[in-house]
């Protein structure tokens, strides 16, 4: 495999049918300015140049030998995301307009993740080692369409239960209903599928043979998850990092402020509801009196532990909604951090961003805060069907009328 000098890992596009898939390196697109220029048909032959999800093999015979998923990380109505400190990537499927059923998609996308998904949940000699090689890629940053590996992937999770790895979800487009499904995966820690592998795989060969990655052999034999976990070095955001950067999801906050306007003291059970949509093991949480320096609050139990032997944390919850040009400093946190006892934990939500030095605080100090910016919020609410700027507004009319 030839890498071309550069910044970072980067394949040429006259090598991709011999390159070797090296995960977060970029396959560069061909230069003839049509189809032919699409990379991924060239390093997995058979699955296509077009779709989100591409088989080799056929979907509607069940005799799907490898998959790729490709994803550019940039459709607002249908958020796919990569958590790269757990190394779950949540997908949705290729049903994503009115009129047709949630199987009978052109592809048959849908009907390869509900057969991998039934047959994951088998035993391997039963049901497991069906299950085709799952590889995704995502649109790079650059011009053109060069692609990025992300890695093998399986169905479901460590921490996921049955319900969560695979579910058909409801969404709304000019007035039609319609299913699609959202699907979890895990990515395997494995940096490097070798060539030969792929087209052992592509030939017809069994995928546990054929320089086979541990992880997926573990995978299929016992279900063992060893996911690729990354954790993240940057711990300061930048301001840009901390507020949307497309227009809908600007608009879609400015409605969250909008809807709050002049009784901004309102928003706090907005920020509760907001929590519970990131964090749903929260329990009971009860607002309590305005501060003295105007602020409301709320006080609240995040649950763990199974059902017959639950445990609850305590934590206090402050909601400031501020404009994109006022930022969240010294002096908020500082009072959130008053009140956290032992064993407690703190939630701040903003309609805006953090300050700088407010994360560098918490950080050398080691203070238990999770801080939710503009953008978290509107990443949240897209990703629990809220992808509009009139859809925001309905809930928000719904959730939190004025009085």
Known sequence: MTIAASVEPHVAFEDLATADLVVDAVYAGGTKGNTRDEPIARLIKGVGNQGGIRSAGSPTRREVRLAVLYTTGMEVDWPDDLDLETGTFTYYGDNKKPGQDLHQTPRGGNAVLRDAFAASHGTEEDRRGYVPPFLLFQKAASTGRAVRFRGLLVPGGPA?????????????????????????????????????WIEHVLAGGDPLEGDCPPAWASWVKGRTYTPLLAPATTVVRSKADQLPGDQEGKAMLEAVRSHFQGREHDFEPCAVAIWRLLAPRTGSCDLTRPSRDGGRDAVGQYILGPPTARIAIDFALEAKCYTASNSVGVRE??????????????????????????????????????????????????????????????????SFPVH
Do not use: C, M
């Open 160 to 196: 996921l239960t049955s319900d969560d790895e695979l579910a058909a979800i409801w969404r709304t487009t000019s007035g039609q209903r319609f299913q699609n499904y959202r699907a979890r995966f895990t990515v395997l820690d494995h940096d490097r599928i070798s060539r030969s």
């Open 333 to 398: 946190v500082s009072r959130l951090i008053s009140r956290l006892r032992h064993r407690n934990f703190g939630v701040l939500v903003t309609t805006s961003y953090f300050h700088q030095q407010v994360q560098e605080e918490i950080h050398d100090d080691g203070h238990p805060i999770a801080l939710i910016s503009g953008k978290d919020i509107v990443d949240v609410l897209r990703q629990h069907g809220h992808t509009t700027v009139g859809a925001v507004q309905h809930w928000l009319q719904q």
